[in-house]
């Protein structure tokens, strides 16, 4: 059996570390790729913690990481229009095969899409599970539009500075909550207003809004129940954050709102628009730190602090 290197949580302690697995083996439809760069999501900390997605890990070490870019191995038959040698960037369906803190990935070829042009790897991996996330809930959810109020929390974050782009790209008035180290960046992405929460209350600010796009919860100074507060009668509060706020559905009645969960799926179809808007200028990726694949835990150490403007990228094999 052929192996791979990988960083893997050795077993249910969390504790991260290289290990050598099983390299995938390709099956109908999928593509093999050399994954040269890797994105870092809460969620793969999270899951680190005990929870996320650890209920769903049947064996150990279990490979974390959803978001990739790199270059097709095998492709599904030899017609097809993603050959050997394509770029490619997309997400894996962790847990239920091997995440991308590794070496290659076996996927549909339903979740991925041709690497943006004007993209580095180690750019494209920071997009797939942010952006798809963002394009998810302010676009098919909340369908963005102009004359609508957003509020954006963490606009600064992964999701969010996509999120504040798209609300923006498509004539949304966008409020956007960040730390002050952001406050002079948020308006670069399209923010019409933006809010320090570390300065002020936004219910204090924010005025009316239609939609909220809530990607704290109430994991921190009850951000998600205030945020009932500020939407109109029947407006929309759109949840990501796993685990965040368990009431959201009952609270949102409560307070005479309409609000949702929301779970992003790998969509080649939605990250082949999103290529476009990247190449085209019309949206941008930032990249915060670039760590190598060995100093991933170190990675997550700096996503859990908090304060990331835009992704955290591990770099996984050579370009």
């Known amino acids: 059996m052929m192996t791979m290197r990988a960083m893997g949580i050795a077993d249910d302690t969390g504790a991260l570390a290289p290990c050598d697995v099983p390299k995938p083996t390709k099956v109908n439809s999928e593509v093999l790729v050399r994954v040269v760069a890797a994105g870092v999501n809460p969620i793969d900390s999270k899951?680190?913690?005990?929870?996320?997605?650890?209920?769903?890990?049947?064996?150990?070490?279990?490979?974390?990481?959803?978001?990739?870019?790199?270059?097709?191995?095998?492709?599904?038959?030899?017609?097809?229009?993603?050959?050997?040698?394509?770029?490619?960037?997309?997400?894996?369906?962790?847990?239920r095969s091997c995440g991308s803190y590794a070496e290659y990935v076996s996927v549909s070829t339903l979740s991925v899409a041709r690497k943006p042009r004007s993209l580095s790897h180690l750019e494209a991996a920071a997009v797939p599970l942010a952006a798809l996330t963002a394009w998810g809930m302010v676009v098919d959810i909340a369908k963005a539009h102009e004359g609508q109020r957003v509020l954006i929390h963490a606009g600064s974050g992964g999701v969010g500075h996509f999120a504040?782009?798209?609300?923006?790209?498509?004539?949304?008035?966008?409020?956007?909550?960040?730390?002050?180290r952001n406050v002079g960046w948020l308006p670069e992405?399209?923010?019409?207003?933006?809010?320090?929460?570390?300065?002020?209350?936004?219910?204090?600010?924010?005025?009316?809004?239609?939609?909220?796009?809530?990607?704290?919860?109430?994991?921190?100074?009850?951000?998600?129940?205030?945020?009932?507060?500020?939407?109109?009668?029947?407006?929309?509060?759109?949840?990501?954050?796993?685990?965040?706020?368990?009431?959201?559905?009952?609270?949102?009645?409560?307070?005479?709102?309409?609000?949702?969960?929301?779970?992003?799926?790998?969509?080649?179809?939605?990250?082949?628009?999103?290529?476009?808007?990247?190449?085209?200028g019309d949206i941008h990726?930032?990249?915060?730190?670039?760590?190598?694949?060995?100093?991933?835990?170190?990675?997550?150490?700096?996503?859990?602090?908090?304060?990331?403007?835009?992704?955290?990228?591990l770099r996984v094999t050579d370009e």
Not at 47 to 63: D, E, F, H, K, N
Not at 244 to 249: A, D, K, R
Not at 285 to 309: P, S, Y
């Open 189 to 280: 992405l399209g923010a019409a207003q933006v809010i320090d929460h570390t300065q002020a209350r936004f219910e204090d600010e924010a005025g009316t809004v239609d939609v909220v796009i809530d990607l704290v919860g109430n994991v921190h100074d009850d951000t998600g129940t205030r945020s009932l507060s500020v939407l109109r009668p029947g407006g929309l509060l759109i949840n990501a954050p796993t685990g965040s706020w368990p009431t959201v559905l009952d609270d949102a009645i409560e307070a005479g709102v309409r609000a949702t969960t929301y779970k992003v799926a790998p969509d080649g179809q939605a990250l082949n628009v999103i290529c476009r808007l990247l190449d085209s």
């Open 47 to 95: 899951t680190r913690a005990g929870r996320g997605l650890t209920p769903a890990i049947t064996s150990w070490p279990a490979v974390l990481g959803f978001d990739f870019s790199g270059v097709v191995v095998e492709s599904p038959y030899e017609a097809h229009p993603l050959k050997p040698g394509t770029e490619v960037f997309g997400m894996t369906a962790f847990p």
């Open 285 to 313: 990726v930032n990249v915060d730190r670039v760590f190598e694949l060995v100093d991933a835990a170190a990675a997550h150490t700096l996503l859990d602090e908090g304060h990331t403007r835009g992704k955290i990228v």
């Open 164 to 180: 504040v782009q798209f609300a923006a790209y498509f004539g949304a008035h966008v409020i956007a909550t960040g730390s002050t």
